[in-house]
């Protein structure tokens, strides 16, 4: 079993950043891939980063260059960097061992 924490959303103007954390307990040490996903209103969730154990990354088009994941031993993180407003929506953390494990969500909202 993982259990996910996640903490760092916010309101946040255009242009601006945030960081996001998930703190992952339990059996962290079967853990292969973290990654954060989101769920705009009405949208589908889809991928946003994610790092497997070995640190290979992946970003979708929609947020490379802006955005940075990185994992240091059991907590990931999301550097968010010249936010938009369709950036805004609920960010969700992610961990895959033999099961997926999703944390609680956590809101962004980008507006001015």
């Known amino acids: 079993q993982v259990q996910l924490v996640e903490s760092g959303g916010g309101l946040v103007q255009p242009g601006g950043s945030l960081r996001l954390s998930c703190a992952a307990s339990g059996s962290i040490f079967s853990i292969a891939v973290m990654g954060w996903y989101r769920q705009a209103p009405g949208k589908q969730r889809e991928r946003v980063a994610t790092i497997t154990s070995s640190g290979t990354t992946f970003y979708s088009d929609a947020v490379k260059e802006r955005f940075t994941i990185s994992r240091d031993k059991n907590t990931v993180y999301l550097q968010m960097n010249g936010l938009k407003p369709e950036d805004t929506a609920v960010y969700y953390c992610?961990?895959?061992?033999?099961?997926?494990?999703w944390g609680q969500g956590t809101q962004v909202t980008v507006s001015s």
């Open positions: 992610k961990a895959v061992t033999a099961n997926t494990y």
